[in-house]
């Protein structure tokens, strides 16, 4: 029987974190970007959450506090646990952190290639901002999306 938590995130969680991190950045090298995952756990440990099912680690979510704006760095779960409530339980957990940290609007930045996530993003209130051009790099496109937290 699963048993689905969300707690803090582990420097023992990166291995797993940095595969579930290639499905929220497709245009990613896996080395560079575990560090970039590291670096915001050791930044924001109280904004870096994982899930886990019977304490295996299934999906993760990370965010960044600037003044009273926040960008939510990431939010992936595992393939065969998408669709289950798992990423809403994640975003809400973040959402309520950077709520009691008086932030204001939350961003999210998507890449061109995982628009398939829009839906989620609007199913909680989040609506496009705008696009950045080369955000991630050479031709690799952003999609903004914005939250105003009440």
């Known amino acids: ?21 290639m499905l929220a950045n497709p245009h990613a090298v896996k080395k560079k970007y575990s560090k970039h995952v590291l ?26 506090i600037h003044d009273d704006e926040a960008v939510l760095e990431d939010i992936a779960v595992a ?6 409530n798992l990423g809403k339980s994640l975003l809400d957990k973040e959402l309520n952190v ?18 398939s996530a829009i839906p989620f993003y609007y199913k909680h209130n989040f609506r496009i901002t705008g696009f950045v051009q080369d955000f991630f790099g050479m031709s690799h496109d952003a999609i903004i999306l914005k939250l105003v937290l009440q």
């Open 98 to 115: 950077l709520k009691r940290k008086r932030v204001k609007i939350v961003l999210a930045e998507v890449h061109y290639k995982c628009a």
């Open 39 to 64: 670096n915001e756990l050791k930044e924001n440990p109280d904004l870096s959450f994982v899930a886990t099912d019977n304490e295996k680690v299934v999906g993760y979510i990370q965010a960044d």
């Open 79 to 84: 393939k065969e646990y998408q669709r289950k």
């Open 1 to 21: 029987m699963s048993k689905i938590t969300i707690r803090r995130m582990r420097e023992s969680d990166l291995a797993i974190v940095s595969e579930l991190a």
